[in-house]
């Protein structure tokens, strides 16, 4: 999947996966899969698969499907989501530099 998003084009197939998380139950409707990626220029994005009762599916009038999203994140949106997801060890990793001591 590709989207253009402010002149860019992100690709699900690209990038560096920094992180991925999953929820629900694998094989039942409302698994879905959730993976962070990094542009070869520093640009995060995220993509989200799904089953059909999740944010990811593919619907319209008659049918839902499993689907696949790709959200473009800006940094904040980027160390949010690790923090919400429990990769802490990722975020020092990569916003480590940003961090204080408690």
């Known amino acids: ?3 253009v998003f402010k002149r ?3 690709d699900s197939n690209k990038g560096e996966v920094v992180a991925s998380c999953s ?8 698994y879905a899969i959730e993976t962070l990626r990094r542009t070869d220029k520093g640009n995060f994005f995220l993509v989200c698969q799904g089953r059909t ?8 009038v008659r049918v839902a499907r499993d689907g696949q999203i790709l959200v473009v994140l800006n940094a904040g949106a980027a160390k949010e989501w690790l923090s919400e997801v429990g990769h802490d ?3 020092i990793q990569l916003f480590g ?3 204080t001591e408690a």
């Open 53 to 60: 009762i999740t944010r990811c599916a593919e619907s319209n």
């Open 97 to 99: 530099s940003e961090l």
């Open 1 to 3: 999947m590709r989207k």
């Open 23 to 30: 929820s629900g139950v694998q094989g039942n409707a409302n």
């Open 89 to 91: 060890e990722k975020y």
């Open 8 to 10: 860019k084009v992100y």
